[in-house]
């Protein structure tokens, strides 16, 4: 599976971006399920929402729950991650990834594949 994010870009503190990440390749990812994660230089990746294979099942991190919105259309093999309300905090490289089976938790160990990144910065 390779995968491929896209979307970011500079944003006012309270605005908006939507990422998108989707397979390339003749991969598909409709049987796994589907994670966001950011990381700032010098950190950790960092979880921010994943996707069950059907979108039956979603989860946030705390410091984005309310803001972020994750869904998927696997029709065109694509994830999204709609983000609201964005603060100077949310500024990191995004990276999608997909999950080991249909169902993954919030790890970074629980997803197999991973795109190469998108950069989100967010200005006062």
């Known amino acids: 599976v390779q995968l491929q994010a896209f979307g970011g870009g500079l944003v006012q503190a309270g605005g908006s971006l939507r990422l998108s990440c989707a397979a390339t390749?003749?991969?598909?990812?409709?049987?796994?399920?589907m994670g966001w994660f950011r990381q700032t230089p010098g950190k950790e990746r960092e979880f921010v929402a994943r996707i069950s294979w059907r979108g039956d099942s979603t989860g946030y991190a705390d410091t984005v729950k309310g803001r972020f919105t994750i869904s998927r259309d696997n029709a065109k093999n694509t994830v999204y991650l709609q983000m609201n309300s964005l603060k100077l905090e949310d500024t990191a490289v995004h990276y999608c990834a997909a999950g080991r089976g249909s169902y993954s938790g919030d790890s970074v160990a629980s997803y197999q594949y991973w795109g190469q990144g998108t950069q989100v910065t967010v200005s006062s």
């Open positions: 390749r003749r991969s598909t990812i409709s049987n796994n399920a």
